[in-house]
Structure formats: C-alpha cells, structure tokens
C-alpha cells in the first residue's frame, strides 16, 4: 500500500493538481527526497515512518526509482513517461 500511495503521488494526475510536489519536484531535478515523502499524512497513516520502510516499498515500484543513496525516489521516465501536456 505505501508502493501505491508514492507511486500516486507521482502519477500525472495528481501532478496536475500538487502545488507541492511539483516545486519539490523541480527543487530536486526530478527527485524528492524520502524525509519529505514521510511527512505526508497518508503515509503516516500506513504507519511509515522510516526511509528504511519507503526504501523496502519502492524498491519494487515498476514506474519510481530511487537515487544511488537510497535518499531520494524519482519517476522512471523510461517506463512511466511524463504526459506531453505537464511538461508545458
């Protein structure tokens, strides 16, 4: 359920509509970093509260990736593509 929850919030369709996550987006050429992610209340919610936690979860997303430091998780532009109209 983290896996999902992360996933979603790099999804188009809640870039579309996060204020937040785009800035941190282009604050991090493209990454966030895992302590912001444990901030948010749905996660706090799936009782994550560890980068180790977020590490274990999105080591098996399809569609992020996380930095060499395991610090930081990005979009897998390879196989998840941004839409052409949110890069405008």
Known sequence: RVRKQVEFYFSDANLRRDAF???ELEQG???VK?????QFNR???LKCVSTEQLVKALSKSETLVLS???TQVRRDVAR???EAADEA
């Open 80 to 82: 998840a593509p941004v």
């Open 21 to 23: 996550m785009k800035k």
């Open 68 to 70: 060499e430091d395991q």
């Open 43 to 45: 996660l706090k919610a």
């Open 29 to 31: 050429a493209g990454y």
């Open 34 to 38: 895992l302590r912001v992610l444990l």
